[in-house]
T-cell receptor, first 112, second 116 residues
Framework: GEDVEQSLFLSVREGDSSVINCTYTDSSSTYLYWYKQEPGAGLQLLTYIFSNMDMKQDQRLTVLLNKKDKHLSLRIADTQTGDSAIYFCAEKRAGNNRKLIWGLGTSLAVNP | DTGVSQDPRHKITKRGQNVTFRCDPISEHNRLYWYRQTLGQGPEFLTYFQNEAQLEKSRLLSDRFSAERPKGSFSTLEIQRTEQGDSAMYLC??????????????FGPGTRLTVL
């Protein structure tokens, strides 16, 4: 995870918006992903963004990409207790159509 | 269930023993990946197959680790002479081949290994 960094913890109240941030170092990244991991469950792809886009919206999820600053964020609107999980940012680099480079994950706690 | 499955879900072993894990990918996916995840970390890439060919191995994969995908379908990951540092969640993922695209990797539930 040394090339992809995330804050480790975030706590929000139910109904508020959550913003999870990620920074990466490789400017050749082609796709960036957000995965969700719930206890005892596998990693689930939430959304992704292609590097030539700066925003993508999918229902309650909004992804913002600042390629100049190599900064990615995930906004969850109207956060629910079921959104409590660990959120991982991952990147795929140009020329490497295989492995993903992962951050350490942000643990989101949603308080009622 | 048409997702990625892994077996066993949990394995407890004594140091020095050999263990083998199995991954069954989604049937039409020809790419298969193994990752390792320790507590508080993101997944770390171990190895990758396209069909039966092992195309990339991480330097994390020491000589004690071997992975196979003999018929291009299921894969096995074997760890010989296990050490306590091998304790981790071993994740398998699969993806379809595509010339371009976002290469979504579908993950299995993982095998949690505890080495005593």
């Amino acid at each position: 995870g040394e090339d992809v960094e995330q804050s480790l913890f975030l706590s929000v109240r139910e109904g508020d918006s959550s913003v999870i941030n990620c920074t990466y170092t490789d400017s050749s990244s082609t796709y960036l992903y957000w995965y969700k991991q719930e206890p005892g469950a596998g990693l689930q792809l939430l959304t992704y963004i292609f590097s030539n886009m700066d925003m993508k919206q999918d229902q309650r999820l909004t992804v913002l990409l600042n390629k100049k600053d190599k900064h990615l964020s995930l906004r969850i609107a109207d956060t629910q207790t079921g959104d409590s999980a660990i959120y991982f940012c991952a990147e795929k680099r140009a020329g490497n159509n295989r492995k993903l480079i992962w951050g350490l994950g942000t643990s989101l706690a949603v308080n009622p | 269930d048409t997702g990625v499955s892994q077996d066993p879900r949990h394995k407890i072993t004594k140091r020095g023993q050999n263990v083998t894990f199995r991954c069954d990918p989604i049937s039409e996916h020809n790419r298969l990946y193994w990752y390792r995840q320790t507590l508080g970390q993101g997944p770390e890439f171990l190895t990758y197959f396209q069909n039966e060919a092992q195309l990339e191995k991480s330097r994390l994969l020491s000589d004690r680790f071997s992975a196979e995908r003999p018929k291009g379908s299921f894969s096995t990951l074997e760890i010989q002479r296990t050490e306590q540092g091998d304790s981790a969640m071993y994740l398998c993922a699969s993806s379809p081949y595509g010339l371009a695209g976002y290469n979504e990797q579908f993950f299995g539930p993982g095998t949690r290994l505890t080495v005593l």
